[in-house]
């Protein structure tokens, strides 16, 4: 990978509309690192997903409370760290929903593909508040989903 | 969003274009829904071919229309579904739940 030890660093507001500014670099930064644009999307979408998550159940759409997101690449591997000012959320109260009586909720599913469209995610919780997410992939693998093979 | 309908044969065919994300479009969608069944509609058709972008609050809100149809006791099928929506809706196992179509007529007559 041309782009080792690429790190990119973005702070946003809690305003949904910011969502899609996070979203735009990380899908920019899998094509230039040599990922097809489908592989990109998907990441870009675990990616819209997390900072989502930040806004609303981390920083309670608080629009004074920030979103720091960072992205570095270590050889093929991509890193990306979502962290928000909020209280700290237990994403694992989140049902899984393949199981049919969570199959029609409404809610529930940003986790799900994250854990979907990445290799690993992990949340971690700071004693003096936030929430820190780390999503990893190995961008020479490919997304693994059926539309990138097509 | 943006939602535009006609209707053929008694189905009300809504062609939704742009985004339905958090905050933009998920609320729309619900209104539209909403609105389409308290104007009588039981039989809806959601042309989904002008969607850009959907995001888990989209795809909770399709399913949220289904049931508002489906408690109603009308019905709500899908019509041209992107290729990235038709993933989403695999891996989340909700295609088992909505009847797609890729040509209008079919669906129409399906009802």
Known sequence: ?150 | MKATSHNVNGVEVIKLDGKITIGSGDQQLRDVIGNAVNQGNSKILLDMSGVTTIDSSGIGELVGSYTTVTNRGGKLKLLHLPAKLNELLHVTQLITVFEVYDNEQQAVGSF
């Not at chain 1, 507001?13 to 930064?29: G, M």
């Not at chain 1, 629009?63 to 990306?80: C, H, P, Q």
């Open chain 1, 1 to 150: 990978m041309e782009r080792d030890g690429e790190r990119i660093e973005i702070t946003i507001s809690s305003r949904f509309e910011n969502i899609e500014l996070v979203q735009v670099i990380a899908e920019h930064l899998c094509e230039n690192a040599g990922l097809d644009e489908d592989g990109s999307h998907w990441i870009g979408m675990a990616v819209r997903e997390a900072v989502a998550n930040a806004i609303k159940h981390g920083n309670k759409l608080d629009v004074s409370k920030k979103v720091y997101a960072t992205f570095t690449l270590r050889g093929s591997e991509l890193e990306i760290t979502i962290l928000d000012q909020g209280e700290g959320f237990d994403p694992t109260a989140v049902g899984d929903p393949l199981n049919p009586q969570n199959l029609m909720k409404t809610s529930g599913r940003g986790i799900f593909y994250m854990r979907t469209f990445m290799d690993a995610v992990q949340y971690s919780f700071s004693p003096s508040g936030g929430t820190s997410l780390v999503m990893t992939k190995d961008l020479a693998k490919g997304s693994g989903l059926a539309s990138s093979k097509v």
